[in-house]
């Protein structure tokens, strides 16, 4: 195991957009998960976190697209009804 390697390689990741997850950087350095929060516990905790905000703010992002898709779809449909009993 190369901390080296594994420290710039999480304060790397600590850096993207959007936060990969920790499985996936454990991945990248081809070790477990748990050896890596034995070895590196603090940038662990700090990947972890910025991780699940990370997915936070996607899933918010997500869903208020969503609402604005759907209330756009809502609205064309009304309009549609309209000019339908219009006629």
């Keep these: 195991f190369d901390i080296e390697k594994a420290e710039q390689i999480l304060n ?5 957009k959007p936060t990969p997850s920790f499985s996936e950087v454990a ?7 748990d ?6 516990p603090k940038l662990s ?6 991780y699940k905000k990370s997915v936070s703010k ?6 208020r697209d969503l ?9 064309e449909l009304q309009i549609w009804r309209d000019s339908i009993t219009e006629n």
């Design 27 to 33: 991945r990248r350095l081809g070790c477990k998960r």
């Design 58 to 63: 996607i899933r918010e992002q997500n869903k």
């Design 12 to 16: 790397s990741a600590l850096k993207e």
């Design 67 to 75: 609402y604005e898709e759907v209330t756009r779809i809502v609205n």
């Design 45 to 50: 905790a700090k990947l972890h976190n910025k």
């Design 35 to 40: 050896t890596l929060e034995k070895k590196l």
